[in-house]
């Protein structure tokens, strides 16, 4: 799904999330208000892929209508206009802290999906060749089931790449207008919708369906900080009221708000009803976030900084990308679990073998309680996290022992 790195300097390389994160350039203050929403979009996006409505408020915000766009208005949100000064250096910046993890784990699930389909009875992913090293991942990221929650990670790069691109243009000819770029997008956006509505986006047409979709909310995202971010004055109570309201109004006019962004499919009320439903649920959780901020914000003492409220939640906006890679491997962690106390004792005897090692979209609730559903979203989050932990502290270790041993007069 994303579905992002705000660690800068020396750091950038150490944590492989999006671009548009929280902290911007060295020097610059933690955006704490977008690392909050960060965190809050990688919590729905591994909610949703387990069918878990726990921010759903009360199924009021779809997840699936606005979860992905999300993603992107926070990658428009910090994209600015100095990059375009060096346009191949951003590309290059990109394509390390995007393209490049992707593929060094797009490799390693591959490996992992052939050899549980050889010597485990699996029957999910594709073989390993250059195309579903390379070239899938552009089409739709599918390709080894167990990370395909991180099609997004292309996806967000050609975004990138056509926005520096086409800034660049209009900028030559004098046409860089934000309104003119958002009214723009917006109505290619609506066009690809009304085109999905009548079928027509299908097969390989998804891919740029899928980009020409979700083009206008990185637009969204930069509209809101030059335009509309010093006016976001409203109170709380006043702006929950005409954001509820009008996600209510939609619930009541509409088939259903929910929607596949990877696909494009599920457009059911029409090209506008997408757009509305991502901003109302962008703007809802937007200034949750902000409200959170002041809480969760790193409280200085000395030389140190703590923030014991929100840590947990600015640590994980900073680590989307490690969730949103390794999320769906975590979930069959767990339903390996569950499938081994199926197979060896007397319990579980409900669990769907068959399903479990052909179907990655089977989740098995103990006892058929939801409240299992809260074991998948913390396996989902908790153990990607640990992942990232260990390579935080792996790969400076290894980097050093490299730089150590490449030094003249060293063994």
């Known amino acids: 799904?994303?579905?992002?790195?705000?660690?800068?300097?020396?750091?950038?390389?150490?944590?492989?999330?999006?671009?548009?994160?929280?902290?911007?350039?060295?020097?610059?203050?933690?955006?704490?208000?977008?690392?909050?929403?960060?965190?809050?979009?990688?919590?729905?996006?591994?909610?949703?892929?387990?069918?878990?409505?726990?921010?759903?408020?009360g199924s009021l915000f779809p997840y699936y209508?606005?979860?992905?766009?999300?993603?992107?208005?926070?990658?428009?949100?910090?994209?600015?206009?100095?990059?375009?000064?060096?346009?191949?250096?951003?590309?290059?910046?990109?394509?390390?802290?995007?393209?490049?993890?992707y593929f060094v784990w797009n490799a390693v699930y591959?490996?992992?999906?052939?050899?549980?389909?050889?010597?485990?009875?699996?029957?999910?992913?594709?073989?390993?060749?250059?195309?579903?090293?390379?070239?899938?991942?552009f089409l739709n990221g599918y390709q080894f089931i167990y990370n395909f929650a991180a099609w997004f990670v292309p996806v967000l790069f050609i975004v990138e790449l056509m926005n520096l691109c086409m800034r660049l243009i209009l900028k030559k000819i004098h046409l860089c207008n934000e309104w003119l770029i958002l009214?723009?997008?917006l109505a290619v956006g609506v066009c690809v919708v009304q085109l999905a509505i009548e079928g027509r986006v299908w097969g390989l047409y998804k891919t740029p369906g899928r980009i020409l979709f979700l083009y206008p909310c990185f637009q969204m995202g930069q509209f809101y900080r030059k335009k509309l971010e010093s006016r976001d004055t409203l109170g709380n109570v006043p702006y929950f009221f005409i954001v509820i309201g009008v996600q209510i109004l939609l619930h009541l006019c509409c088939n259903g708000l929910a929607y596949s962004s990877v696909w494009c499919t599920g457009f059911a009320n029409g090209p506008l009803?997408?757009?509305?439903?991502?901003?109302?649920?962008?703007?809802?959780?937007?200034?949750?976030?902000?409200?959170?901020?002041?809480?969760?914000?790193?409280?200085?003492?000395?030389?140190?900084?703590?923030?014991?409220?929100?840590?947990?939640?600015?640590?994980?906006?900073?680590?989307?990308?490690a969730v949103m890679m390794h999320h769906i491997m975590a979930f069959m962690l767990?339903?390996?679990?569950?499938?081994?106390?199926?197979?060896?004792?007397?319990?579980?005897?409900?669990?769907?073998?068959?399903r479990f090692y052909a179907d990655i979209d089977y989740y098995y609730?103990?006892?058929?309680?939801?409240?299992?559903?809260?074991?998948?979203?913390?396996?989902?989050?908790?153990?990607?996290?640990?992942?990232?932990?260990?390579?935080d502290r792996l790969l400076p270790?290894?980097?050093?022992?490299?730089?150590?041993?490449?030094?003249?007069?060293?063994?």
């Not at 579905?3 to 929280?22: F, K, Q, V, W």
């Not at 250096?89 to 990109?94: A, R, S, T, V």
């Not at 002041?294 to 994980?316: D, I, T, V």
């Not at 106390?341 to 007397?346: K, S, V, Y």
Request: charged share 15%; aromatic share 12%; proline share 5%.
């Open 1 to 57: 799904m994303t579905m992002m790195s705000h660690l800068n300097g020396d750091n950038a390389h150490r944590r492989y999330i999006p671009s548009g994160m929280p902290e911007g350039r060295q020097g610059t203050p933690y955006n704490t208000a977008f690392g909050i929403l960060s965190a809050l979009a990688i919590l729905m996006i591994v909610a949703g892929h387990s069918g878990y409505d726990i921010l759903s408020v």
């Open 334 to 354: 767990v339903k390996a679990v569950l499938a081994g106390i199926a197979a060896h004792t007397g319990y579980l005897a409900d669990f769907d073998f068959v």
């Open 397 to 411: 270790a290894v980097r050093r022992l490299f730089s150590g041993a490449g030094l003249p007069g060293r063994p």
């Open 65 to 101: 209508s606005f979860h992905v766009p999300l993603f992107m208005f926070i990658s428009g949100y910090f994209y600015r206009s100095e990059e375009e000064e060096t346009p191949l250096l951003y590309l290059k910046k990109k394509a390390r802290r995007l393209l490049l993890p």
């Open 110 to 137: 591959g490996v992992l999906a052939w050899t549980l389909r050889a010597f485990g009875g699996f029957f999910m992913g594709e073989a390993v060749s250059l195309k579903t090293l390379f070239v899938t991942p």
């Open 273 to 321: 009803i997408p757009y509305v439903t991502a901003v109302s649920g962008i703007a809802f959780w937007l200034r949750v976030s902000k409200a959170l901020a002041p809480l969760c914000e790193e409280k200085r003492s000395g030389e140190a900084a703590h923030n014991p409220a929100g840590g947990f939640l600015l640590y994980l906006g900073r680590n989307t990308y």
């Open 365 to 391: 609730l103990v006892k058929g309680s939801e409240a299992f559903q809260m074991v998948y979203l913390a396996a989902g989050v908790g153990l990607p996290l640990l992942i990232q932990r260990g390579l």
């Open 183 to 185: 009214v723009c997008s």
